[in-house]
């Protein structure tokens, strides 16, 4: 190496490479957008599905003792904290605005803060109003039938231990730990603008 | 109003240049350019020219870059052999692939900073797509010439 002086001549000199044309680029374009939104749009879609065929039983479905009708809206909850969590998340992404790399690494810690924020309240909001409506639904098909209701109850019951004292905390530890370094990056790439 | 094919065949070689300053990894330059490109064709309706259509287009390239660590892909960076003797009759493949690997070792602003620097933007645009000040851009693209003359220097590739 001659020069320093010569070094963009270097960079500039690198021979292209093979870059996919502007048509194929299109069509993988087309096939990108479809995988990425699919997965919130079909969380999306469910949701909205349960929330209309519960309350649809909540209305036509009679004889409904008030633990059903409770396991049923606390449900409907459930799946409207689902819904809008995913749609606030889609509507931040895609109106994301035109940012220099600065802005854009606030917004990205910002984003690794909502969520955070999201595994220690609208998870445990959501999982509370999942294991209620699981409580309180099956009581009155089982009140009948005292072997039928501790042999379902006793299951339901180990599932939600497991669920909240095993799984729960092994996910948010996960999660937690890969967004603390990943905010420890993106403050570290901050500081090195100062 | 710009034509999605006509930025390509124009920006995709230059975009390509600076991933690759800040991966040093074909294939992950590649992946990124493709990343950048379907960005640019998804906001190019909303794209309202309040910037130059190079700065947009270099901002999204560069974001994505920071945001390729968020992805948590492996940057490569070669740990490199100190005090060789002088390098000579080298190729301009070998060349580049060294400052590539020089590159890689900074920290990544300073990847982003000297990749624009050397594909010739202007340093007021630089300041634009950073978000630094144009003053902080002059002060550090000198220090980095600087870390990247001392690299050079004990690898005996310059003079």
């Known amino acids: 190496m001659e020069d320093l002086d010569n070094l963009k001549n270097l960079w500039q000199s690198a021979k292209p490479v093979e870059l996919p044309d502007a048509a194929e680029l299109q069509q993988d374009i087309k096939d990108f957008r479809g995988t990425k939104l699919r997965n919130k749009v079909l969380s999306v879609t469910v949701a909205v599905l349960i929330v209309v065929l519960s309350l649809a039983a909540l209305l036509l479905a009679q004889n409904l003792w008030l633990s059903t009708q409770a396991a049923i809206l606390f449900n409907v909850a459930a799946c409207i904290v689902l819904a809008a969590t995913n749609l606030r998340s889609m509507k931040r992404f895609i109106g994301l605005k035109d940012f220099n790399n600065l802005d854009f690494l606030h917004f990205l810690q910002q984003t690794q803060r909502n969520q955070i924020r999201y595994y220690q309240r609208t998870e445990v909001a959501g999982l509370t109003l999942v294991t209620a409506s699981t409580l309180l639904f099956p009581y009155q098909f089982l009140a009948d039938s005292l072997a039928m209701a501790i042999g379902i109850y006793t299951f339901v019951v180990g599932w939600i231990l497991v669920l909240w004292f095993y799984i729960r905390p092994r996910s948010f530890s996960k999660h937690s730990k890969k967004l603390n370094a990943e905010m420890g990056r993106f403050e570290s790439i901050i500081q090195q603008t100062l | ?159």
């Open chain 2, 1 to 159: 109003m710009h034509d999605f094919d006509s930025l390509y065949k124009t920006y995709s070689p230059q975009i390509f240049r600076v991933c690759m300053g800040y991966v040093n990894d074909h294939d992950r330059a590649k992946d990124l350019v493709q990343e950048t490109f379907i960005a640019v064709w998804r906001n190019l309706p909303g794209f309202r020219n309040e910037s130059k259509v190079s700065t947009w287009i270099y901002r999204i390239a560069t974001n994505h870059c920071l945001r390729a660590l968020e992805k948590e892909k492996r940057i490569t960076k070669v740990d490199m052999p100190e005090n060789l003797a002088a390098v000579e009759d080298e190729s301009p493949e070998e060349k580049l692939a060294f400052l590539y690997s020089a590159i890689a070792g900074l920290p990544e602003m300073e990847r982003i900073i000297i990749s624009l620097e050397l594909e010739g933007l202007p340093q007021i645009q630089i300041a634009e797509i950073t978000g630094l000040t144009a003053v902080n851009v002059r002060v550090k693209i000198h220090r980095i010439k600087e870390k990247l003359a001392v690299k050079f220097k004990q690898h005996g590739r310059f003079d």
